[in-house]
């Protein structure tokens, strides 16, 4: 299954510099062999053709000066390191030549000392500066185009570098003739436990918070319901109020409610607070609601013919749908952040397209930080191994993340691939990235059983393999393994030996990874199976797996976050939050154990939480396929 710094949920994370990037924002790839002119070998972003196009236009320098030639050369090449993007964009500018180290170094920075430490642009000013470059790439647009000099187009070494030298700091890097390394840091152990306490017996699949940054969030669950719900503070002993008699929406009447399908996704506009705008992503069947009206994903358009088609557990082809739908929340104050309630009629349709069988069709929405696009995940159709090739076909929008401006309606792809046999992934999404599916299944070359769709060579694909992920038997020798269940970066102070490790776990809930990245920003990640167990003055008591001390969390659907950046785990058995690891006995020797909340749970809470509780079924398995990742209170850049 393929899943962003993903897995059920694509992770949208907030944006940091330092992260290997190709000045045209795609990821860097691994070639084959070596290029002929510059000299960069394993992850580049150049391809043969951009290292012919760049030895052309080094020769059209026409320098005639050994020294400073090599050092003209090597910064032209720089356009193949795999930290371009950082290297010749400085304040969102786009550069000639990449940023040149000076002497100076952030005591944050993650370069290598060494690299940051010399003071590269004096040295190109003392090589080149009477040296004729032709259409040279120091000039600005006022130079003379006569002057070819670095003395005819600056007036000291010391102008020179105000305009192309610079500091590497915590979140960018600078050039010293050589591909840029990254600090290497020491390996820090693996937490010894994850706490959790358990505040709800309700089943959900998805989790919001409230855009006002209060304690309120959002949960939704899958046959079609969206409730506002208060979460309690750390340590108080309470449960989540809820109360499932009265949802914010009700929207049963439209979703198609069965083991794969439901409410897939709600996303609330970055501005809700102020137009109580939001979103919900559902499937629906055409053969009982009208506004199930899409046309099917398999068509001409993407050389498919729907006629030719089989039935899929015996519903026809296209027959139900992917909708997103906006909404607004009523209020009869000026303030939509105080609304309880939701008007059930949709404002808009802004996007419906049938799928051709019954699986693997995704459907988590979300917003990008401070971007205003709506993202969309589509799973690759169904079908076992992906049968009519989708998600490798570009004229298809199953197998991507959808990029959508939800006020002109352009619609932007990214390449994805859905759940398969032998390896659930987690990736880093960058723009145009193609994860290799179904030629690759996570690292593994995949061979498809029918490819009635034609099949995609692997030599036309540069793929981006994942970050880390698992095998389907390292889970659970009995069960296996069901899918990929993510994730957030931990970002609480709750847990201190946590923070900034990536959360995942699978479905069937028999492991919970952290996956920690090393040296930081460097996009190279290592899993420890992390032991979790349920604190004993937990509000409502966990019971225990069979034979186990795991706790019975049943199937984890998905996970949470608060606006205390608190993590929650959203399971059929119910609603789980990690706590200080002191609670479950765990050592944390970034924890300072005397602070620690210790709660004292109500009296009768369980009951109390009962009484607010209508009818809900808690047993639903919910294969939830909306894809992830992520990749990253790091990086993702759309």
């Known amino acids: 299954m393929k899943k962003f710094l993903f897995a059920s949920f694509l992770l949208i994370v907030n944006q940091v510099y330092s992260l290997p990037l190709c000045t045209d924002s795609r990821a860097p790839f691994t070639l084959n062999g070596t290029l002929d002119f510059c000299d960069y070998n394993g992850k580049t972003c150049c391809n043969s053709t951009d290292d012919n196009q760049l030895m052309k236009q080094f020769q059209a320098f026409s320098i005639s000066d050994s020294a400073c030639s090599s050092l003209v050369k090597s910064l032209l090449c720089a356009k193949c390191d795999q930290f371009s993007a950082q290297l010749f964009t400085v304040d969102s500018t786009p550069r000639t030549v990449p940023l040149l180290c000076n002497s100076t170094v952030s005591d944050n920075s993650t370069q290598s000392k060494v690299q940051t430490k010399n003071n590269y642009c004096s040295k190109v000013w003392d090589t080149c500066q009477n040296v004729s470059i032709t259409n040279s790439p120091f000039a600005t647009s006022s130079s003379s185009s006569n002057a070819t000099a670095l003395t005819d187009l600056w007036q000291s070494k010391t102008d020179f570098c105000n305009a192309f030298g610079g ?102 506009h970055p501005d809700f607070t102020q137009n109580g705008r939001f979103f919900v992503s559902f499937n629906c069947d055409k053969g009982k609601w ?130 398969q046999d032998t390896y659930e992934e987690v990736d880093v999404i960058t723009k145009g990235g193609n994860y290799g599916w179904r030629v690759y299944e996570g690292p593994y070359r995949y061979n498809p059983p029918t490819s009635p769709g034609g099949n995609t060579s692997v030599a036309s694909i540069n793929p981006i393999f994942p970050v ?87 199937y984890i659907f998905s996970f949470g976050e608060d606006n205390n950046k608190d993590v929650f785990v959203l399971a059929s058995s119910g609603v789980y939050r990690v706590v200080s690891p002191s609670r479950c006995s765990y050592t944390c020797s970034k924890e ?47």
């Not at 167990?533 to 225990?544: D, K, L, Q, W």
């Not at 154990?593 to 209508?614: E, W």
């Open 468 to 554: 880390t992920g698992y095998n389907h038997s390292e889970v659970n020798i009995v069960e296996g393994s069901a899918s990929i269940t993510g994730g957030y970066f931990y970002r609480s102070q709750t847990d201190p030996c946590m923070y900034g490790r990536y959360l995942f776990t699978d479905l069937y809930a028999g492991a919970i990874w952290a996956a920690t990245e090393n040296p930081e920003n460097s996009g190279n990640f290592t899993r420890n199976n992390v032991p979790f167990s349920c604190a004993g003055n937990s509000p409502i008591e966990c019971s225990s797996v069979a034979e186990s001390s795991l706790p019975a969390l049943g």
């Open 290 to 419: 009208p506004g199930c009206t899409g046309r099917c994903s398999c068509n001409s358009d993407v050389d498919c013919d729907p006629s030719k088609l089989p039935s899929d557990n015996g519903a026809e082809p296209c027959q139900y749908q992917t909708v997103v739908a906006e909404y607004t929340a009523n209020s009869t104050s000026t303030k939509p952040s105080e609304a309880t309630s939701a008007n059930p009629l949709e404002i808009r349709r802004i996007f419906t397209m049938g799928l051709p069988f019954t699986s693997h069709h995704a459907g988590q929405i979300l917003f990008g930080p401070g971007d205003g696009y709506l993202y969309l995940m589509m799973g690759d159709g169904g079908g076992t191994g992906d049968p009519y090739n989708f998600a490798q076909n570009k004229k298809s929008l199953l197998g991507k993340i959808m990029r959508l401006d939800i006020d002109n309606m352009p619609i932007t792809c990214f390449d994805l691939s859905n759940l």
């Open 167 to 268: 500091a590497s700091t915590d979140d960018s890097v600078c050039y010293d003739g050589v591909p840029v390394t990254l600090n290497s840091t020491e390996n820090s152990t693996a937490p010894h436990g994850l706490c959790l306490e358990k505040i709800d017996n309700g089943s959900y699949i998805n989790m919001v918070a409230h855009p006002d940054g209060s304690n309120r969030a959002f949960f939704s669950n899958q046959p079609g319901k969206i409730w506002l719900a208060t979460v309690p503070a750390q340590g108080s002993g309470k449960l989540l109020e809820i109360d499932e008699s009265s949802p914010f929406v009700d929207l049963t009447d439209e979703v198609h409610f069965d083991t794969e399908f439901g409410m897939m996704g709600m996303a609330f």
């Open 592 to 638: 300072n154990v005397t602070a620690a909340i210790t709660p004292t749970p109500s009296p009768g809470s369980p009951s109390q939480a009962s009484r607010l509780r209508g009818s809900h079924n808690k047993t639903t398995v919910l294969l939830f396929y909306s894809l992830l990742l992520l990749l990253l209170s790091q990086f993702l850049l759309i």
